[in-house]
């Protein structure tokens, strides 16, 4: 049985829409952390979609007088005696996953498929540390420390307080999205011209 040069070109197209759709393997999200500054009298007040942080003292040089300071991938970038009027998207309270214990004030935090939280003594023997990303695929951000504030966007920044170090940090989300592959790129290319070859000699025909 012949096969036609379109029914060929055909094939290769559906073979490459199918390897395009087909989902690659699972990598755990890279993180980039900042220390935003001592935490003594100074605690997260919430985080932007686009991962701005915000911190909160409530006696800013002079009792009474609070002050809000604004961050962006940790350079500070604002501070008023008002908080900033942003849409935050701090995430919600959730359970510590099988295997861990958490450590800290704070319980840990999901936002889209992500959480954020401090461990220590983990039953499952993972190491003591800040962990967060995709609830399935994990990443130690810091070793040892512990969560008494957290805030988790759903783009996956994730900002707390340290209780151990008196610290506040952020983690930025820097994870791209994965290209498609050079095979699967050239088996499209190629079912593509090859169709629009056949058509342009068909039209010719007529």
Known sequence: MKISSLSLSAAMLAIAVVLFTIP?????????????????????????????VVTYNSGCGLPGFPCYTDYIDGAKVGTSTTAPVFTYDDGTSCAVPSGFAFAGAATPVCNNGRIGFGS????????????????????????????DKLALNSSGDFAWTDGIDEYIYEAVDTTTAITPEPTSILLVGSGMLSLMELARRRLRQI
């Open 24 to 52: 690659a393997s699972a990598h755990a999200d890279t993180y980039t952390v900042y220390n935003l500054g001592d935490a003594n009298s100074t605690n997260i007040y919430g985080i932007t979609t686009s991962g701005e």
């Open 120 to 147: 220590r003594l983990n039953p499952n023997g993972d190491a003591s540390g800040i962990y967060t990303g995709p609830t399935g695929d994990l990443s130690l951000i810091q070793p040892f420390g512990s969560t």
